[in-house]
């Protein structure tokens, strides 16, 4: 009797519910009271049928036998009748939902099921996982070879720079001084109409001399030869890759902020860096479209020029797809294709954690890579020492190279026309 009308309950609610999931919604407030009020009444039968049962249990387990008359002082026999679900094949459940059923609610609301505890492991004589002393201690923890970790962010400027073979430890590379085209685009040399008989004019040519002067990045780390021996993954291996990335990662941020002293010159401290002022009167760490058409007219070759961004710009650079009316503006263009970047006025825009924060002095960089040098004398380089920590047992690994990087522009270039400088490295400045 209690079965049906509890299964019936759960049937009411489960059939309201598949309603809404057909119409693919969630259900309303009414259908969820009505949802909540067909399981209150379930778990109240169910109650109710847990306490009959223990009822009839005790109920059935009164008959005492009588004493025998040739044995009046014998102590009285009492029988304990047992359960009627204990010798229903199904142990008093009427099918396998039931039994589910049973199990969920003993998990979850803690009712308990005399069936469930019926069919429960006895005792406590297992040998067992639970317990370390009775067979955890038996059981081995797994190790994975694999080595997580946050990969660095790519640099983008990797096979855009222009690359110099240095034969030795200082190089001069001869440049030809041509950044004022307001009289000539050759460094110096001029051309004019002149009559047949007439003398020409003459003009000569201005050179100078860009220099790159490798000095050493280096780094060192010291390991156990317990660690080297006992460990399952290749600590020499591991040290090694952590090494390269973190080169990768030291010389990417010189690349952009270098002094030039004893390191690379970063393209901010480059002479010829280009600074695009804020618009007047330009709310402080914002973005507006006048930037970046700016940055765009101030930038020589954009047709080789990459954006670089902080993390912090993109809300701001994302709105540039259109105006406050809902129109739309080719100015930012998000990726539809995977592992393709967005892009930026038709040039592609890489975000980076190596440029400023939104609002301070270049947040937003415009570089054509192709401009900078990058002269390498030595490669990266390793060796590994026994010797260093001899009498303590630890081995010394050392990684370095020999490198130098800068653009070789030494002035911003004035063109014929304009009342605007032009270069390959533009920045927009603080907005604060």
Not at 112 to 140: C, I, K, M
């Amino acid at each position: 009797m209690f079965s049906d009308k509890i299964q019936a309950a759960y049937e009411a609610a489960e059939a309201i519910k598949k309603s809404a999931d057909a119409e693919d919604r969630v259900p309303t407030t009414e259908e969820l009271d009505r949802i909540e009020k067909h399981l209150a009444n379930a778990e109240e039968l169910e109650a109710q049928q847990v306490r009959m049962e223990k009822v009839n249990a005790r109920l059935n387990s009164a008959t005492i036998a009588q004493p025998r008359r040739s044995a009046p002082s014998a102590i009285a026999q009492v029988e304990v009748a047992r359960p009627s679900f204990e010798e229903d094949p199904k142990k008093g459940f009427k099918n396998e939902r039931e039994f589910y059923m049973a199990i969920m609610k003993q998990t979850k609301r803690g009712v308990q099921d005399d069936r469930l505890s019926f069919l429960a492991a006895q005792g406590s004589d297992e040998q067992q996982t639970q317990n370390d002393a009775l067979g955890g201690f038996l059981v081995p923890e797994a190790f994975s070879p694999n080595l997580l970790k946050v990969d660095p962010e790519i640099d983008p400027s990797a096979g855009r720079t222009r690359n110099i073979p240095m034969s030795a430890p200082s190089i001069d590379i001869p440049a030809r001084v041509d950044k004022d085209h307001s009289s000539s685009v050759s460094g110096g040399l001029t051309v004019a109409r002149k009559e047949e008989t007439q003398d020409g004019g003459t003009s000569q040519m201005k050179f100078e001399q860009v220099n790159l002067r490798a000095n050493t990045l280096f780094g060192a780390a010291y390991a156990t030869e317990e660690l080297l021996s006992d460990s399952p993954l290749s600590v020499a291996a591991i040290i090694a890759e952590g090494f390269r990335e973190q080169f990768r990662d030291h010389l990417l941020d010189e690349k952009l902020n270098g002094t030039g002293v004893g390191e690379y010159e970063g393209i901010t401290n480059c002479p010829a860096f280009v600074s695009v002022a804020k618009v007047a009167g330009q709310t402080a760490d914002t973005i507006n479209i006048t930037n970046i058409t700016t940055m765009r007219s101030r930038c020589w070759g954009f047709q080789n020029a990459i954006w670089m961004a902080n993390h912090d710009t993109y809300p701001q650079l994302a709105l540039l797809g259109g105006d406050s009316n809902g129109n739309a503006q080719l100015i930012w263009q998000p990726s539809s294709v995977e592992d393709r970047p967005d892009m930026l006025l038709g040039r592609p825009i890489f975000f980076t954690e190596y440029v400023s924060t939104l609002g301070d002095a270049n947040d937003i960089l415009l570089v054509n890579w192709r401009e900078y040098l990058e002269g390498t004398y030595q490669p990266m380089q390793s060796a590994e020492s026994i010797h260093v920590r001899f009498l303590a047992n630890e081995r010394c690994f050392k990684f370095y190279m020999r490198n130098d990087g800068r653009g070789w522009w030494r002035s911003a270039l004035t063109p014929k026309n304009s009342t605007n400088t032009l270069s390959p490295f533009v920045g927009l400045a603080a907005r604060a």
